[in-house]
Nanobody, 124 residues
């Protein structure tokens, strides 16, 4: 049984930093990613990483501020966030893809499993 368990969400002031974690279990994955969803908005792509190679990609709004990484030994995914802005406020979701999908890795359709989400609130 696949499980993705996020942690690390909190309330932080603008300009601050947070690190999110996602503990994964149940099977190996092709890729993992982070998405976020703000109130009244659609879930949007944040970052992705190929589990074997470590290759990464980010949405433009977080480039230079967020870093996605993984610990193969602990089967854990991380999202290091710095220089946080109020517009980063959202529920952050960990996602995992069991295999390579034909569509874009920016799409929710590229991922087969999802965590329950962790709230990040950035105050101004």
């Amino acid at each position: 049984q696949v499980q993705l368990v996020e942690s690390g969400g909190s309330v932080v002031q603008a300009g601050g930093s947070l690190r999110l974690s996602c503990a994964a279990s149940g099977r190996p994955f092709y890729a993992m990613g982070w998405f976020r969803q703000a109130p009244g908005k659609e879930r949007e792509f944040v970052a992705t990483i190929l589990w074997s190679s470590g290759s990464t990609d980010y949405t433009d709004s977080v480039k230079g501020r967020f870093t996605i990484s993984r610990d193969n030994f602990r089967n854990t995914l991380y999202l290091q966030m710095k220089s946080l802005k109020p517009e980063d406020t959202a529920v952050y979701y960990c996602a995992a893809g069991a295999h390579r999908h034909s569509g874009s890795s920016y799409s929710t359709a590229a991922y087969d499993y999802w965590g329950q989400g962790t709230q990040v609130t950035v105050s101004s």
